[in-house]
């Protein structure tokens, strides 16, 4: 088994399934995942957003600036979100 604690996220490199897992342990569960990935758009594996869209969470990837906008907008339409953020 492994540990609970999740690898820090220095860049969109590191972000993975095993990075992700805190947000797929959130109660209630979460309905939308927002990464922000710095100063641009990071494209992120395929299988990796799969595996979350199966366990039921839609994720947006986006640069922080925009992941901060959404995320707020998210919030305010009283939706289930939660943001994993990377300073630009």
Not at 20 to 44: A, H, K, N, Y
Not at 54 to 61: L, M, P, Q
Not at 62 to 74: E, G, I, K, S
Request: glycine residues 6%; negative net charge.
């Amino acid at each position: 088994s492994t540990g609970a604690v999740s690898p820090q996220v220095g860049s969109h490199r590191d972000i993975s399934l095993e990075s992700l897992s805190l947000f797929r342990l959130l109660e209630p569960q979460i309905e939308i995942l927002v990464l922000g990935t710095g100063d641009r758009v990071e494209r992120l594996h395929p299988a990796m957003m799969k595996q979350m869209r199966e366990r039921g969470i839609a994720v947006e990837v986006q640069d922080t600036a925009n992941a901060c906008a959404t995320f707020n907008f998210l919030m305010n339409e009283r939706r289930v979100v939660a943001a994993g953020l990377i300073p630009p």
